[in-house]
């Protein structure tokens, strides 16, 4: 089956199993999956290793997320996993478009402190 033919959720997991292939969450440095709904944005910081979800953050109440709601959420999100002893992410940006509400969010973890580096092979510098 082609890509067109799909629908945009079949093309999502099609994309997001693209990037799960180079992207996976140690205990050192857990995966920082995205997901983005109609209304809100959910953030988990997950070991892959354990199978298990060490933090998680999410919009909750109101009404539809912004780019400013979403970098709200990343500073959330950083704090939540600060908290866990989370300082160095891989980013799972879920099949999502890393653009506009999805960059904010990650720009703003960023900020916040946590530390990113778009492929795991790469340690900081």
Do not use: C, W
């Amino acid at each position: 089956m082609g890509m067109k033919s799909d629908s945009r959720k079949a093309q999502r997991t099609i994309r997001h199993r693209r990037v799960r292939r180079k992207v996976s969450g140690t205990p050192e440095r857990p995966r920082m999956a995205i997901a983005v709904s109609n209304k809100h944005m959910y953030v988990q910081f997950v070991d892959d290793m354990a199978g298990h979800t060490l933090a998680s953050s999410s919009t909750s109440g109101g009404e539809g997320v912004d780019v400013q709601k979403a970098a709200d959420l990343g500073r959330k999100a950083a704090a939540t996993a600060m908290d866990r002893g989370i300082r160095s992410v891989v980013v799972d940006r879920g099949g999502f478009t890393f653009h506009g509400r999805v960059k904010a969010m990650v720009d703003a973890a960023v900020a916040a402190g946590l530390s990113i580096s778009v492929k795991p092979a790469k340690e900081e510098q």
